[in-house]
């Protein structure tokens, strides 16, 4: 089965919900899904990232530490 996960905050941001979202990634792949996280991009991300996409946000949204995505 293939799982597609978006959220506006994911790893190397720290929080919950990043840490959250890279392990149920992780579980569903244990169980043999092809899984694709597709979260913000990061000036601090690593260069490579199997099964993650990376989109433009804008970063701290309304002074959050949240991002959000914006069209290319």
């Given amino acids: 089965m293939r799982v597609a996960?978006?959220?506006n905050t994911y790893?190397?941001?720290?929080g919950g919900v990043a840490v959250?979202?890279?392990?149920?990634?992780q579980a569903y792949r244990r169980r043999g899904?092809?899984?694709?996280?597709?979260?913000p991009e990061y000036e601090c991300?690593?260069?490579q990232e199997d099964g993650?996409?990376?989109?433009?946000?804008i970063q701290?949204?309304?002074?959050?530490?949240?991002?959000v995505a914006v069209a290319p």
């Fill in 5 to 7: 996960m978006f959220t």
């Fill in 11 to 14: 790893l190397p941001q720290v």
């Fill in 20 to 25: 959250s979202v890279d392990r149920f990634a």
């Fill in 33 to 39: 899904h092809d899984v694709l996280t597709i979260g």
């Fill in 45 to 47: 991300q690593p260069e």
């Fill in 52 to 57: 993650v996409l990376r989109i433009h946000a």
């Fill in 60 to 67: 701290n949204f309304n002074g959050s530490d949240f991002s």
